[in-house]
């Protein structure tokens, strides 16, 4: 199983642009990198995944090296609201019973 | 938001005595899960189910049982609850894409 370490807190400030990255050294061929995000009291939610370059969507970007060793999730221009945990995960696509979820990281946006 | 819904939200018992918890959903996911999650260490999984009475343990099986003789639901039991059990349950669905699903969780404790 591929580990991930991320780390364990961030603070930022309303309006920059936050990077959350992910170490993920012994990810293997078929896996694929997935974002979930967590607000207090609420189950996970997805937020984005890839496999390799980047992806982009509505909510975040997803940035991962062509050695695929790393990935970074960056959030544009964050406010208030995007204060939660952000969790990391590495896992093969069809075999959810591999997934692990960490401790993740905790964004904490500043006014 | 996918139609998972948890049983009760809120539970309060007392040690030794049996406490089943239970995941429903409308969605017709091959996978369902249970993950609890304390203060400290995140998501953990505790069995999962990849298919009508498929079931399979996670990190953290211990003093848990879990049956699925439906595709819709999952139930977790606890045959005699301890106050170590006292956390956070939530479920989670989906279709083998790595993308789960969260229901809204239930916080159990044991007095």
């Known amino acids: 199983l591929a580990k991930t370490t991320q780390p364990i807190s961030m603070d930022s400030y309303e309006g920059q642009e936050v990077n959350i990255t992910c170490s993920h050294n012994n990810i293997a061929t078929n896996d694929y990198i997935t974002w979930y995000q967590q607000f207090p009291s609420q189950g996970p939610r997805f937020i984005i995944q890839?496999?390799?370059t980047k992806v982009t969507n509505e909510v975040a970007s997803l940035f991962i090296p062509a050695d695929r060793k790393s990935s970074t999730l960056s959030l544009p221009r964050v406010s208030l609201s995007d204060t939660a945990v952000y969790y990391c995960l590495v896992g093969e696509v069809k075999r959810d019973d591999k997934i692990i979820f960490g401790k993740g990281t905790r964004l904490h946006i500043l006014p | 938001d996918a139609g998972i819904t948890q049983s009760p939200r809120h539970k309060v018992t007392e040690t030794g005595t049996p406490v089943t918890l239970r995941c429903h959903q409308t969605e017709n996911h091959r996978y369902m899960y249970w993950y609890r999650q304390d203060p400290g260490h995140g998501l953990r999984l505790i069995h999962y189910?990849?298919?009508?009475?498929?079931?399979d343990k996670g990190e953290v099986s211990d003093g848990y049982s879990v049956s699925r003789s439906k595709t819709e639901d999952f139930l977790l039991t606890l045959e005699s609850a301890t106050s170590s059990q006292t956390s956070v349950y939530f479920c989670?669905?989906?279709?083998?894409?790595?993308?789960?699903?969260f229901g809204p969780g239930t916080r159990l404790t044991v007095l």
């Open positions: 890839g496999y390799k």
């Open positions: 989670a669905i989906s279709e083998g894409r790595n993308e789960q699903f």
């Open positions: 189910s990849y298919g009508v009475k498929d079931t």
